[in-house]
């Protein structure tokens, strides 16, 4: 199994941001996809997390903010970011889950990418 995401960066609160995640070694389109972020000093968090059929799960700070979405044609899952707030800084980490479910946990991480937003 490999997840190579992208689109993570530096922008200024308010801003927007994309990243996507590539899988490659599974089928994909069998398994929920979720985002993941760890920002220094606090636990890791669930961002996002979409099942196999479309159900999605979001972290309630950022519900209404971010998208999640999948396009089981290209193996990719994508996390829009919008309105981004300082408090979004953190290392985001694409995942597999361990079921086609929002509920099975994830089982496989990409590495991470950074965002940064300034204030």
């Known amino acids: 199994v490999q997840l190579q995401a992208s689109g993570g960066g530096l922008v200024q609160a308010g801003g927007s941001l994309t990243q996507s995640c590539v899988a490659s070694?599974?089928?994909?389109?069998?398994?929920?996809m979720g985002w993941w972020r760890q920002a220094p000093g606090k636990e890791r968090e669930l961002v996002a997390i979409v099942s196999s059929s479309g159900d999605k799960y979001y972290l309630k700070s950022v519900r209404g903010r971010f998208t999640i979405s999948r396009d089981n044609s290209k193996n990719t899952v994508y996390l829009q970011m919008n309105s981004l707030k300082p408090e979004d800084t953190a290392t985001y980490y694409c995942?597999?889950?361990?079921?086609?479910?929002?509920?099975?946990?994830?089982?496989?991480w990409g590495k991470g990418t950074q965002v940064t937003v300034s204030s």
């Open positions: 070694g599974f089928t994909f389109g069998a398994y929920a």
């Open positions: 995942t597999k889950g361990k079921t086609n479910t929002v509920y099975g946990g994830a089982d496989y």
